[in-house]
C-alpha cells in the first residue's frame, strides 16, 4: 500500500504562485511514476503533469505549459508543483496520483483545494 497527502493549498489572487507537495509513504518503492491532476467544480478530473521516478522526465498539459512545473524525487517520497501565473480558471481540487506497474494510476492523496481569484 502507498498513501500519498497533498499540502499547500490555498486561495490566491490571478497572477500569484503557489507551490503544492505531495508525500509519499508505505511500499513507495512501487512508485513508477508520479503525477498531478486537478478537478474543477462540474467538470472531469484532468492531468495536470506527471514526473517519471529518475525525475528526469517530466510531461505537462497544455494548459499549464510554461506555467507549472512539476519537480522531485520520488525515491525520496515527495513530489513538487510549483504554479506560476494562476488563473482563475486554476481554480480545481488538486490530486496526487502514483503509477504502479500493470494497475495505472492506482494510488490517489485525499486533495488540495487551489482557488484563484480574478
Known amino acids: 500500500q502507498v498513501q500519498l497527502v497533498e499540502s499547500g493549498g490555498g486561495l490566491v489572487q490571478a497572477g500569484d504562485s503557489l507551490r503544492l507537495s505531495c508525500a509519499a509513504s508505505?511500499?513507495?518503492?512501487?512508485?513508477?511514476?508520479m503525477a498531478w491532476f486537478r478537478q474543477a467544480p462540474g467538470k472531469e478530473r484532468e492531468f495536470v503533469a506527471d514526473?517519471?521516478?529518475?525525475?528526469?522526465?517530466?510531461s505537462y498539459a497544455d494548459s499549464v505549459k510554461g506555467r507549472f512545473t512539476i519537480s522531485g524525487d520520488i525515491a525520496k517520497n515527495t513530489v513538487f508543483l510549483q504554479m506560476n501565473s494562476l488563473k482563475p480558471e486554476d481554480t480545481a481540487v488538486y490530486y496526487c496520483?502514483?503509477?504502479?506497474?500493470?494497475?495505472?494510476?492506482?494510488?490517489w492523496g485525499q486533495g488540495t483545494q487551489v482557488t484563484v481569484s480574478s
Open positions: 514526473i517519471s521516478r529518475s525525475g528526469d522526465i517530466t
Open positions: 496520483a502514483a503509477v504502479v506497474p500493470g494497475k495505472g494510476y492506482y494510488y
Open positions: 508505505g511500499r513507495t518503492i512501487t512508485i513508477y511514476t
